[in-house]
């Protein structure tokens, strides 16, 4: 019948940018991400602002950096595609500039390797006796994997024979 009000804790605007500027030493963010963040602490939006910008001039925010890692975190340990990885930093509202910069990460020796292994992996766990089926399994796996369409047919085409 009665409900207890809830008392959420309140901070200074001091304590929220220490806070999130640890939150942003553990890991490289995204602008979006550290916005979202700050929603939770319910500041009025020069706050907001104020806080922002002290963590970009401090450099705990940086959308470039940001971009950078994330491209080369997810190639080399989940084997993202290119274009997986771009629509991942689209979601993340990376610029188109950003994005670029950060495939630049990516070197296209090891992209190949790594397409060729992963579809090598792959086509030895695949119990499918029909080639036709083994293939479509493989590209749709490749496909989920963000890799682009002509690059998939090729090493299907070298791997499956």
Same mark, same amino acid.
């Given at each position: 019948m009665f409900k207890p009000m809830i008392k959420?804790?309140?901070?200074?605007?001091?304590?929220i940018k220490r806070k999130l500027e640890n939150y942003c030493v553990y890991q490289d963010r995204s602008h979006k991400e550290v916005e979202q963040k700050?929603? /939770?602490?319910?500041? &009025?939006p020069e706050a907001k602002e104020m806080i922002l910008l002290s963590l970009m001039k401090d450099n705990f925010l940086n /959308?470039?950096?940001?971009?950078?890692?994330?491209?080369r975190g997810k190639f080399r340990?989940?084997?993202?595609?290119?274009?997986?990885?771009?629509?991942?930093?689209?979601?993340?509202? &990376?610029s188109a500039y950003n994005i670029k910069t950060a495939l630049k990460e990516i070197d296209e020796d090891e992209y190949l390797?790594?397409?060729?292994?992963?579809?090598?992996?792959?086509?030895?766990?695949?119990? /499918?006796?029909?080639?036709?089926?083994?293939?479509k399994k493989l590209i749709d796996f490749l496909m989920?994997?963000?890799?682009e369409n002509e690059l998939i047919f090729k090493v299907v085409a070298e791997v499956v024979s």
């Open positions: 959420k804790k309140s901070f200074t605007v001091d304590e700050m929603y /939770e602490y319910n500041l &009025i /959308e470039e950096r940001f971009a950078k890692s994330f491209a340990i989940k084997s993202w595609g290119k274009q997986r990885i771009v629509r991942e930093l689209k979601f993340r509202d &990376i390797k790594t397409i060729y292994r992963i579809t090598e992996n792959r086509n030895e766990v695949i119990s /499918e006796t029909d080639n036709y089926k083994r293939k989920r994997k963000g890799f």
